[in-house]
């Protein structure tokens, strides 16, 4: 790309972004001002001596909702006065074509009364005879009013400035006799005639109605600087600052000529160009000047911090809006600081199939992850690399520890290489090249692969290459490159992605959780009771079986084996299940290792189901080392051919409390896995059984999560010989029958209520000998005679 064009791009960025900026910064400012002119409006009130009487626009041209609009504007400002015969007296007129008077300034004296006939007056309809109204006033005086010189009168005209006859001249004569005239525009007002009618300076005495806080804010701003009262709460100031009074107005535009046709009396028609208007309603806008009373809040030292902003509740409360990844306090601190110990390496994609406002994105995330997560004191060390055709490592892991600056700006200065996404070729890069050879600290070591075009060569087995050597992959991208991500990093759960670009921010406390999960592997903290079901039939054959033994034996170490935390029992199972050792055999780690190898090859057909059965009879017992309160989960190890039977037995363990897990190994049949599991969630799909050792940890924090839960006491029934589990508040209790002991495990000493046992002689019945074969031959004979005679 030609420099020049590449130097007015980027000027011409700058200044959208400086524009943006100042559009930004003027609204914001704008918020706050409307916030201060509210709050103070709530607090502004009026106790000196005053005439106020309202002349009220109830014409046509109003019409009824902004008649009652205009009443209601009226209610809020007779809430800031101090209404009284001594104090403020309030009347109102309405107009339209003909002026009528409500009700006079002395008759009501309470603001309730006020409220309860305002909302009674009714809209009349007519003309806009704003002039007429004027004159009654300038012959009758203000009706009740006190009419002396050492009261001040004001006269508040709402209207829509649209007036039929003569204002300018009979507003100028009241303005003679010392009245003080405010406007206070309705509707679509007509600017120019309001400010006309109203009193010097314009600015400090015309409103708009629809902004009925602004309203009262100004009027009583306004009465404060001219010394009629003071409703300056303290603390508070008037200021001045730019405003817009808009409007709707009517714009002729000449849309073109066509042919039309013309004649007159005694004359041929001809023909001629005739001109085309259109008539559109646009909104303009009259800049001025406004003048208000604005509080201080407790925003005005803009507590929030990163960038959160200050929402003010009143004068003596506020609140934070944080960005992602803040909030740690009401200030907006870091909320993510990564207190976990790792080896961090970030491999952001710079490709040439990959936008720069892609590489951007990645850029400014990155950014706002270091400052939100990675602090000074952080105990993990972090690098950066970049790929696309080539790989460069700009920062080896651990070069900037705690210089958080110098790592911004090195973010700031890193270049898309472009070329060809050649994924599987960084990622086998930066396990070599990425990390300190003479690091000192056995940290684990964790990739984040920020990339979201598909990769254009074997990133699968490159992937593999990087987890031999304990790379941990952690993968973000778009949501349509999922399926590639969870092939790289081996395991779904340190997959992060997003539906749309603008919500990769809101990450970063996804993937700090996942960065941090690779430091605590295992459960081994975790009371359980474990149940391990190997697949050993035909299907798996003995080689894979070796395989499957394994993996049992990797698994088990991430548990705290003993008969307090966790306790392993295995199953072997073909056609009938074998338990190999059960949950209280084995009291160490080792001694679980070396017993694995005593699961032997059975090969033949699988039945999962009675494998399960086995399970939930056998092994998930009390008399066989099942403990009560404490989480019990199976894992189902098989190939998944033949699983048809398990899905009722599966059912009656989660039934029992007991968690099913399954892990499916090569082409499974997932919807009858799933079955079993009873949830996605509890499956773990494997392609190959080579590839069993990248989804440990997968099943390891599936377990993690679930043995977690709380514990129902009775669930499996700890009671033995159907003893009966009753819960209380913090333990259980067994009903037994004919047994004794907290397991119901003794039999009972005692002569229990049953048939089955002697009774005493006074109510025992005779008990009836079986008759001999001979016996009953006999009686037959017998019969017979009788029966012959």
């Not at 509080?295 to 959160?308: K, T």
């Not at 909320?335 to 892609?358: H, K, P, R």
């Not at 696309?388 to 090195?410: I, M, N, P, S, Y």
């Amino acid at each position: 790309m030609n420099p020049d064009i590449c130097v007015s791009f980027l000027l011409i960025l700058l200044l959208l972004q400086v524009e943006h900026g100042a559009c930004v910064q003027e609204l914001k400012t704008s918020q706050v001002n409307v916030g201060k002119i509210n709050a103070a409006a709530e607090m502004m009130q009026c106790s000196a001596v005053m005439d106020v009487l309202f002349l009220v626009d109830g014409s046509h041209s109003i019409g009824k909702g902004s008649f009652e609009r205009s009443k209601h504007c009226a209610v809020k400002l007779c809430q800031a006065l101090d209404v009284g015969p001594d104090k403020v007296r309030v009347g109102l007129l309405q107009f339209s074509s003909s002026p009528r008077l409500e009700f006079s300034l002395d008759s009501y004296s309470t603001k309730q009364e006020l409220k309860k006939h305002i909302s009674k007056v009714s809209y009349r309809g007519g003309s806009t005879q704003t002039g007429l109204a004027l004159k009654y006033i300038l012959r009758k005086g203000f009706p009740g009013g006190r009419n002396s010189s050492s009261v001040p009168r004001i006269l508040i005209l709402m209207s829509d400035g649209r007036s039929q006859g003569a204002v300018v001249q009979a507003a100028a004569q009241l303005k003679e006799t010392g009245v003080v005239l405010f406007a206070i525009g309705l509707r679509y007002p007509r600017w120019e005639e309001l400010h006309s009618f109203a009193s010097e300076p314009t600015e400090s005495h015309v409103f708009f109605a629809e902004h009925f806080q602004d309203a009262v804010n100004g009027l009583y701003t306004t009465l404060s600087a001219f010394s009629a009262c003071n409703a300056t709460p303290p603390g508070c100031l008037m200021e001045s600052f730019p405003c817009e009074r808009k409007t709707l107005e009517t714009v002729k535009e000449l849309q073109g000529n066509f042919m039309c046709w013309k004649s007159s009396k005694g004359y041929s028609p001809y023909s001629s160009l005739c001109p085309y208007y259109s008539y559109r309603k646009v909104y303009k806008g009259h800049p001025s000047v406004c003048h208000r009373t604005i509080c201080p809040d407790l925003c005005d030292s803009q507590p929030c911090l990163n960038g959160g902003t200050c929402v003010s509740e009143g004068p003596e409360g506020y609140r934070c809006v944080c960005p992602p990844g803040f909030g740690g306090d009401p200030h907006c601190a870091p909320a993510l600081l990564l207190d976990c110990s790792v080896d961090l390496l970030f491999l952001l994609e710079g490709s040439a199939a990959l936008t720069l406002e892609g590489f951007l994105r990645f850029k400014a995330f990155l950014k706002r992850f270091m400052q939100t997560v990675i602090g000074s004191d952080s105990p993990s060390k972090v690098g950066l690399a970049v790929f696309g055709g080539e790989t460069r490592v700009e920062a080896q892991v651990g070069r900037f520890r705690g210089d958080l600056r110098a790592l911004l700006k090195a973010v700031d200065s890193l270049q898309p290489p472009g070329g060809q996404t050649l994924t599987g070729e960084a990622l086998r890069h930066v396990t070599h090249h990425g990390f300190f050879a003479d690091v000192s600290e056995d940290l684990p070591r964790v990739v984040v692969l920020l990339s979201s075009t598909p990769a254009a060569d074997d990133a699968i087995e490159a992937s593999k290459y990087a987890r031999d050597r304990e790379t941990f992959l952690i993968g973000v991208g778009p949501d349509d490159l999922k399926g590639q991500l969870d092939n790289i990093t081996g395991n779904p759960q340190r997959t992060v992605t997003y539906s749309s670009p603008d919500r990769l921010i809101g990450k970063i406390p996804e993937l700090k959780a996942k960065i941090c999960s690779v430091d605590a592997q295992g459960c081994l903290s975790q009371a359980v009771d474990l149940v391990i079901a190997l697949d050993a039939s035909a299907g798996v054959g003995r080689e894979n079986f070796d395989t499957l033994k394994d993996f049992v034996r990797s698994l088990s170490v991430q548990f705290d084996i003993n008969r307090d935390v966790a306790q392993v029992a295995l199953v072997a199972y073909s056609r009938r299940p074998n338990t190999v050792f059960s949950l209280d055999a084995h009291e160490s780690g080792s001694a679980i290792l070396g017993a694995v190898g005593r699961a032997d090859y059975m090969g033949g057909v699988a039945s999962t189901g009675s494998a399960l059965l086995h399970i939930y009879s056998n092994v998930l017992t009390v008399a066989n080392g099942a403990r009560p309160g404490v989480n019990k989960a199976a894992v189902v190890v098989t190939d998944g051919s033949n699983g048809a039977d398990a899905v009722v037995p599966a059912q009656k363990l989660r039934d029992d409390g007991v968690s099913v897990f399954v892990v499916g190994i090569g082409d499974v049949q997932r919807e009858r896995l799933v079955q079993i599991a009873g949830s996605e969630d509890r499956m773990v799909s494997v392609p190959s059984y080579e590839d069993l050792k990248y989804f440990e940890d997968v099943l390891v924090q599936m377990l993690c999560s679930e043995v977690k839960k709380p514990v129902n006491l009775c669930k499996p029934n700890p009671c033995m010989h159907d003893g009966i589990c009753i819960l209380s508040p913090a333990s259980f209790q067994c009903q037994c029958n004919g047994y004794e002991g907290p397991h119901c495990e003794i039999r009972s000493s005692k002569s229990p209520p049953r048939g089955d046992v002697p009774r005493p002689s006074s109510l025992r019945k005779k008990s009836r000998r079986k008759k001999s074969h001979q016996e009953v031959l006999h009686h037959y004979k017998l019969h017979r005679r009788r029966d012959t005679v």
